[in-house]
């Protein structure tokens, strides 16, 4: 993959001092990249910005997402956890132009849970999430989970969790909790449905369960074949489970997505840049191929560790400036217990899970290497 896509920055063991208070400071603007950037390299000066209280902060880039997963606690359960609490809190002060959020917003999945139950918890949701980033009029991008409306079907090909989807789609469709998307197809919103803003053209598919339909998948081929995709500057994708494996106790089939070659060939044949995952519940910032893999961490209960780490476990938040006129992204992941910049050179170079490798984000994939990697 070309250097210019993937501009990483090594923040890990950075100070930032001055805790909640001090990363809650606004972010100090900075100029765009200039198109011919060549391979990132560490260079303090140009990677980030000094905050007013000394707090340094990501380089903003022409556009700044913030990435969120997996928030919800046990089952039933109308409660969040603290790090969930903070990340609403400080997401406003980063002026995002997005949030994205990898699924399980909520923690159904159960099927005693009773209607009752379940318009509860998206009650929660709303009070605690969607209603603070609304009231900060900061649109609201987000991939069902398989906690919130999970596509599993029963012998008969009938939802296993019909009631669960049903109330999913009447949270996201009562016009109070409009999300303030660009919608370009909204006929399968919230399931799958996709949306533009700022020359980026964003795919949701409905990756809820481990195996997306064939009818679904055309969609998707006709979605990103489009001239609204294809004039795009940048393509992404959100879906819940991960075409790959790298956490512990995820690394087992119905924890990943089927086909996950298919998909991923699919996904290159339309130039889509990065395809956004949660469900692992522990952040890795991946390549294969062509396309950039973001593995979301959990900021709810059960974070995971990596796979081949040793590391613990972490609740992450990340933040993506993306630099339009080279197609290059910068990735800034906190620690939401520590607000630390997690240190992306200590995660494992390379991923082996049980139906592919994934390489780090930062380690190219060139000449031998990639002969013997695409051999595997």
């Known amino acids: 993959m070309p250097w210019k896509r993937r501009r990483f920055l090594y923040l890990g063991g950075?100070?930032?001092?001055?805790?909640?208070?001090?990363?809650?400071?606004?972010?100090?603007?900075?100029?765009?990249?200039?198109?011919?950037?060549?391979?990132?390299?560490?260079?303090?000066?140009?990677?980030?910005?000094?905050?007013?209280?000394?707090?340094?902060?990501?380089?903003?880039?022409?556009?700044?997402?913030?990435?969120?997963?997996?928030?919800?606690?046990?089952?039933?359960?109308?409660?969040?956890?603290?790090?969930?609490?903070?990340?609403?809190?400080?997401?406003?002060?980063?002026?995002?132009?997005?949030?994205?959020?990898?699924?399980?917003?909520?923690?159904?999945?159960?099927?005693?849970?009773?209607?009752?139950?379940?318009?509860?918890?998206?009650?929660?949701?709303?009070?605690?999430?969607?209603?603070?980033?609304?009231?900060?009029?900061?649109?609201?991008?987000?991939?069902?989970?398989?906690?919130?409306?999970?596509?599993?079907?029963?012998?008969?090909?009938?939802?296993?969790?019909?009631?669960?989807?049903?109330?999913?789609?009447?949270?996201?469709?009562?016009?109070?909790?409009?999300?303030?998307?660009?919608f370009v197809d909204r006929a399968h919103f919230p399931f799958y449905y996709t949306f533009q803003q700022q020359q980026i053209f964003y795919l949701v598919w409905d990756a809820s369960t481990a195996e997306i339909p064939e009818a679904q998948l055309t969609w998707v081929a006709q979605s990103l074949g489009s001239p609204a995709a294809q004039a795009a500057r940048l393509r992404i994708v959100i879906g819940h489970l991960p075409l790959y494996a790298v956490a512990v106790g995820r690394d087992h089939p119905g924890e990943f997505l089927n086909q996950a070659e298919r998909l991923r060939s699919l996904l290159e044949h339309y130039h889509v840049h990065t395809y956004i995952s949660g469900h692992q519940h522990a952040y890795f910032p991946g390549h294969r191929g062509e396309l950039d893999l973001l593995h979301a961490g959990a900021l709810g209960s059960g974070p995971r560790p990596l796979l081949q780490s040793n590391l613990p476990p972490s609740k992450t938040l990340t933040i993506v400036d993306v630099h339009l006129a080279n197609a290059a992204t910068d990735y800034t992941t906190y620690d939401m217990k520590t607000l630390q910049v997690i240190d992306q050179q200590q995660l494992p170079r390379r991923i082996d899970g049980p139906n592919g490798w994934v390489l780090r984000r930062d380690i190219p994939l060139t000449g031998k290497t990639a002969q013997a990697m695409q051999a595997i």
């Open 14 to 182: 950075l100070a930032c001092g001055g805790g909640l208070a001090a990363i809650a400071q606004r972010l100090s603007p900075s100029v765009p990249l200039a198109a011919t950037a060549p391979r990132a390299t560490f260079n303090l000066a140009q990677s980030r910005s000094p905050a007013p209280t000394g707090l340094f902060a990501p380089r903003r880039g022409d556009v700044r997402l913030v990435v969120i997963s997996d928030l919800n606690s046990q089952y039933g359960s109308v409660d969040y956890e603290p790090e969930v609490d903070r990340a609403i809190q400080l997401i406003p002060d980063w002026q995002p132009d997005l949030v994205l959020c990898g699924g399980d917003m909520v923690a159904g999945q159960k099927s005693t849970l009773t209607v009752a139950q379940i318009q509860a918890m998206w009650a929660a949701f709303d009070r605690r999430v969607a209603a603070p980033l609304r009231r900060a009029k900061i649109p609201f991008g987000f991939t069902i989970g398989n906690h919130d409306a999970s596509g599993a079907l029963n012998s008969a090909r009938r939802y296993l969790f019909d009631t669960e989807r049903q109330l999913a789609a009447a949270y996201w469709r009562t016009p109070a909790h409009d999300p303030g998307l660009t």
